[in-house]
Structure formats: C-alpha cells, structure tokens
C-alpha cells in the first residue's frame, strides 16, 4: 500500500465519522486526525477566557498560536487519544454539551477556519493520514486519494452522544441532544464559509445499522479498489 495515503472522511455530528476514522486508520496504519478537535479548542479557550466566540479578529489568531498537543492516550477512560492545551488535559472538556452548542460558531469564522486549514494541510503533508471533520475533502484536503461522507439519522446521533455522556457519569437528556444537532446540522449545512455537503466523488457510509467492524470493512474495501485503479491508470499512462 502506498506510503503517502490521504484518506477524507466527513458528516454531521454524531454520526460516528471519530471512531470509524480511528479505526481505519489503525487498520491502515495512518496517522488519525479529527480537525473537530482544532475547533473544539479554539471554543475551550473563547470560553475558558470570556471571549466571544463569533470574533474572528479576536479567535483567528487563537487558532494559528495555540499550543495544541495530540499525543497517546495518558489515561485508560475510553479516549482514542489525549488532547493538551498549554500542557492541561482538556480531553474530555472539549466533549461538552457547552462545547457541542458553542463549537459551530466560531468554526464558521472565514478568519479561524482558514489558520485552522493550513494547520491541518501541514500535518498531512508526507504522511499516511485519515483526516476527519466537516469540510476535509470538500476544502481542507480536495485531492485526497479516498473520501467518504458518514451518515447516521439523528435520532441515533443523539442516543450516542448520550450514551457517551452517561458513560462518563455525565447526565444526558436525549431530546436536548437531539435539538441541538438539528440546530447545529442547519447552521453547519447553512454557513457561508465551507458549509458541511459530501464532496461530489465521496463515497456515503450510513452507519445506523452497521458495527464498526462492518464499517472498517467496507472502507478498506473501497480504498484497496481505489488504489488498483490508480495504479491501473498510471500503468496505462506510462
């Protein structure tokens, strides 16, 4: 398999585009990044210090200096990795009810969400890299070798976000969740700075009824068949 793969995945929230991401990047070898995460901390620290989260002038320079760290998870809770903001573990804090209401507002910021890009595009740069998010192969990374748009109704996005809440003893009203996707689903899909929509080659994933076993499957299979006809038509040019 090729050395440089870049693989976009993109949806909604909620519809599971996180851990399928992880896991076909384990399965591939890759290195796994959720741009979320990136958002997510500019939103943790507008609300962490009192400032507004639809400046741009004010969090566009927050997203293009934050001292960001992904590293291996440091503690045994469920987490696929450990997030540090200046050195403070803000893994779980970026995973918030505040954090999901907020979130869509400053990631429609043109100014937050260009320094965000070339954050993103520079770690993809000479690597195996399963990159997720709302906009990856649409804006972020268009010529991506294999894109995928993941889907789930949201009613089911809403019970899994529950699920994970109460899982860490936080309390979830599922019709609140499920208000709040709705809502951020129209704003994501609305905005006029990269709004959320499957690229046009994006292969769709619906995953309301899969494991994530059958899921990673049906990946791997779309990007072995990817890569044979790339080298096909590479032989062919030749």
Not at 119 to 124: C, D, G, K, M, S
Request: net charge negative; aromatic share 4%.
């Amino acid at each position: 398999m090729n050395a440089h793969l870049v693989i976009a995945i993109d949806g909604p929230a909620g519809a599971g585009k996180s851990v399928f991401g992880a896991a076909l990047a384990r399965a591939l070898q890759s290195l796994c990044i959720d741009s979320g995460i990136v958002y997510r901390a500019v939103t943790w620290i507008a609300l962490a210090h009192g400032l507004d989260p639809e400046d741009d002038a004010t969090l566009s320079p927050v997203a293009s200096s934050m001292n960001l760290q992904i590293v291996p998870p440091t503690v045994q809770d469920g987490r696929q990795f450990t997030i540090l903001i200046d050195s403070q573990d803000v893994t779980w804090g970026l995973r918030t009810p505040e954090i999901d209401r907020t979130v869509s507002r400053p990631s429609a910021l043109p100014g937050v969400r260009r320094a965000v890009t070339e954050q993103l595009r520079h770690l993809a740069r000479d690597t195996r890299v399963v990159m997720v998010g709302r906009d990856i192969g649409t804006v972020v990374l268009p010529d991506a070798d294999v894109k995928f748009y993941v889907t789930a109704n949201p009613e089911t996005r809403a019970r899994r976000r529950a699920d994970e809440l109460q899982a860490r003893g936080q309390e979830a009203d599922v019709a609140d969740i499920l208000r709040s996707i709705i809502e951020r689903d129209t704003r994501d899909s609305g905005r006029a700075t990269a709004p959320l929509r499957p690229a046009h080659d994006a292969v769709h994933l619906e995953t309301d009824n899969l494991t994530i076993d059958a899921e990673v499957a049906f990946a791997l299979d779309v990007v072995q068949r990817s890569l044979r006809s790339t080298t096909t038509l590479e032989t062919k040019d030749v």
